[in-house]
């Protein structure tokens, strides 16, 4: 049987990270339909499970690979800026952050230095604020 299914499966594409996902998103959606009796959801799902379903088994390995690939850049883009997002608020107990008028460029102060002359690092421009 094993070998049979190996077989089947060559030159199809496999399960993915997106794929996982997917799955992921399926199982939370029936477990909503069996608590709310709400049939969006079961419908939901079952696309969803579908979908992922034609992609394992689809023939189209490069267009199924290039999926996954925006799948996983985006999830990197967010932990990218989820990671600056806490660090930024580590820091916000030290510093104040400003934008300089005229370039936007992000400026970190220390906190409780009083009224300050901030130059821009970037642009070089001078801006007076309060730390």
Same mark, same amino acid.
């Given at each position: 049987m094993k070998q049979k299914i190996q077989r089947f499966m060559t030159g199809r594409y496999g399960a993915d990270q997106l794929g996982q996902l997917l799955m992921g998103i399926s199982?939370? =959606?029936l477990f909503i339909s069996l608590f709310t009796r709400l049939d969006i959801f079961y419908i939901l799902a079952l696309g969803l499970m579908g979908y992922e379903y034609y992609r394992m088994m689809s023939r189209q390995i490069e267009r199924r690979y290039?999926?996954?690939? &925006?799948?996983?850049?985006?999830?990197?883009?967010?932990?990218?800026?989820?990671?600056?997002?806490?660090?930024?608020? &580590?820091?916000?107990?030290?510093?104040? =952050?400003?934008?300089?008028?005229?370039?936007?460029?992000?400026?970190?102060?220390? &906190?409780g230095k009083g009224k300050i002359c901030i130059t821009c690092p970037k642009c070089k421009t001078e801006f007076i604020k309060k730390s």
């Amino acid at each position: 049987m094993k070998q049979k299914i190996q077989r089947f499966m060559t030159g199809r594409y496999g399960a993915d990270q997106l794929g996982q996902l997917l799955m992921g998103i399926s199982v939370v =959606f029936l477990f909503i339909s069996l608590f709310t009796r709400l049939d969006i959801f079961y419908i939901l799902a079952l696309g969803l499970m579908g979908y992922e379903y034609y992609r394992m088994m689809s023939r189209q390995i490069e267009r199924r690979y290039q999926e996954n690939q &925006k799948f996983m850049n985006g999830r990197y883009h967010l932990a990218v800026k989820w990671n600056k997002k806490k660090e930024h608020l &580590k820091q916000s107990k030290i510093y104040h =952050f400003y934008k300089c008028p005229s370039c936007r460029q992000k400026v970190r102060v220390p &906190k409780g230095k009083g009224k300050i002359c901030i130059t821009c690092p970037k642009c070089k421009t001078e801006f007076i604020k309060k730390s």
